[in-house]
């Protein structure tokens, strides 16, 4: 019979692990499939090689295995970075975009990502950087919307004769 291989295996090998790694059901199977190959005889070390993983990795999972059986190899939460704006924060800057930036001493007319970053910072105390800031604009359904420069009292006749175009004919 002929062997089967994968064509472009290296290139293939990537894309797998990190389908492995997309949801926590794929990430717990591939735990119990390090297990089963350490319960096998390998070791840890030959498992890592073998899945990809740092042999430290592995050897957590046989530890926890040891130590609470198959719920040791579940995930747990993966929290990231908590917030720094409270519900509480985010209900008032709600409030504050639907007023003027001068409202609250700032000299601009529009809500910006800066303005609205230092908004925060004078507010709390909290350093919000401009991209997040800019997030929070989608978040509360708000798109940007820069105004177009008017001249101020302009000369309705001069201005029909710096157009480019010349008036259109009337038929």
């Given at each position: ?22 949801s926590q059901e794929s990430r717990y199977d591939h ?52 917030r720094r704006l409270t519900e509480e924060h985010l ?81």
């Amino acid at each position: 019979m002929k062997a089967l291989t994968i064509p472009d295996a290296a290139m293939a090998i990537p894309g797998l692990q990190e389908e492995i790694r997309r949801s926590q059901e794929s990430r717990y199977d591939h735990r119990l499939h390090g297990i089963l190959l350490v319960a096998q005889g390998m070791s840890c070390r030959e498992v890592a090689g073998l899945l990809g993983d740092a042999h430290s990795t592995v050897a957590n999972w046989v530890r926890r295995y040891d130590e609470e059986g198959l719920a040791g190899l579940v995930e747990g939460d993966r929290p990231g970075r908590p917030r720094r704006l409270t519900e509480e924060h985010l209900v008032q800057i709600a409030a504050a975009l639907r007023k003027s930036p001068k409202d609250f001493g700032f000299s601009s007319n529009l809500w910006d990502g800066k303005t609205l970053a230092a908004f925060i910072g004078k507010q709390w105390q909290i350093d919000l950087g401009v991209r997040q800031c800019q997030r929070l604009f989608r978040q509360f359904g708000f798109r940007l919307r820069k105004p177009r420069p008017l001249i101020a009292g302009a000369d309705p006749l001069q201005k029909e004769e710096f157009k480019k175009n010349p008036p259109s004919r009337k038929r």
